[in-house]
Nanobody, 125 residues
Framework: QVQLAESGGGSVQAGGSLRLSCAVS????????VGWIRQAPGKEREGVAQ???????KYADSVKGRFTISQDKAVHTLYLQMNNLKPEDTAMYYCATDQSFCPMHALVLGRVNYWGQGTQVTVSS
């Protein structure tokens, strides 16, 4: 099993920054592609960013140039640095992984094996 625990969310003004963290435990962390998914009220879940085992990253078009995903495998932690936040970034943010696919692709396929409890990000104008 894999367990994930997000932290670092909060409320900020538009243009501000937040850094989310996700502590990961369980089988095969270093062999998995991990990432971040968000969901705003009344909207579908959206893949935000992911990083594969080789460090190759992928971002949603809506966050490119503003968000950066990274990880420190030595301490089993995933990060999401969010800069120049916009009100439309307001959502619950989840870190996630899947046994077979990177999270953004797994989401498109309708499957994500493991989720955290989420951390709320609220951006005011």
């Amino acid at each position: 099993q894999v367990q994930l625990a997000e932290s670092g969310g909060g409320s900020v003004q538009a243009g501000g920054s937040l850094r989310l963290s996700c502590a990961v435990s369980g089988y095969g962390y270093t062999s998995r592609c991990v990432g971040w998914i968000r969901q705003a009220p009344g909207k579908e879940r959206e893949g935000v960013a992911q990083i594969n085992i080789d460090g190759v990253t992928k971002y949603a078009d809506s966050v490119k140039g503003r968000f950066t995903i990274s990880q420190d495998k030595a301490v089993h932690t995933l990060y999401l640095q969010m800069n120049n936040l916009k009100p439309e970034d307001t959502a619950m943010y989840y870190c996630a992984t899947d046994q077979s696919f990177c999270p953004m692709h797994a989401l498109v396929l309708g499957r994500v094996n493991y989720w955290g409890q989420g951390t709320q990000v609220t951006v005011s104008s």
